[in-house]
């Protein structure tokens, strides 16, 4: 059985940091593609960040140079460091992998 726990998220001051993490269990970590999605209320779910089981990565044009995806998969889990973060990211973080979700960790951006 495929899970995928997102934890990390928290209210920040503009301009802050967070770094969340996504433990995965039920599938062959390593072998598979991982990504950070974003949903902000009112909105329908984006793409965020992806990494390859190889290490190679991928962002939307919005979080270049602010956000960092990386996995770690001795430990079966993939992180974005998110920096210089703006209001505007506030949403709900989802991880996904093998098809599956995480039941995604609030990231909230306010003063």
């Known amino acids: 059985q495929v899970q995928l726990v997102e934890s990390g998220g928290g209210l920040v001051q503009p301009g802050g940091s967070l770094k969340l993490s996504c433990a995965a269990s039920?599938?062959?970590?390593?072998?598979?593609?991982m990504g950070w999605y974003r949903q902000a209320p009112g909105k329908q779910r984006e793409f965020v960040a992806e990494i390859s089981g190889g290490g190679t990565t991928y962002y939307v044009d919005f979080v270049k140079g602010r956000f960092t995806i990386s996995r770690d998969n001795a430990k079966n889990t993939v992180y974005l460091q998110m920096n210089n973060l703006k209001p505007e990211d506030t949403a709900v973080y989802y991880c996904s992998g093998s098809s599956s979700w995480g039941q995604g960790t609030q990231v909230t951006v306010s003063s």
């Open positions: 039920g599938f062959t970590f390593r072998l598979y593609a």
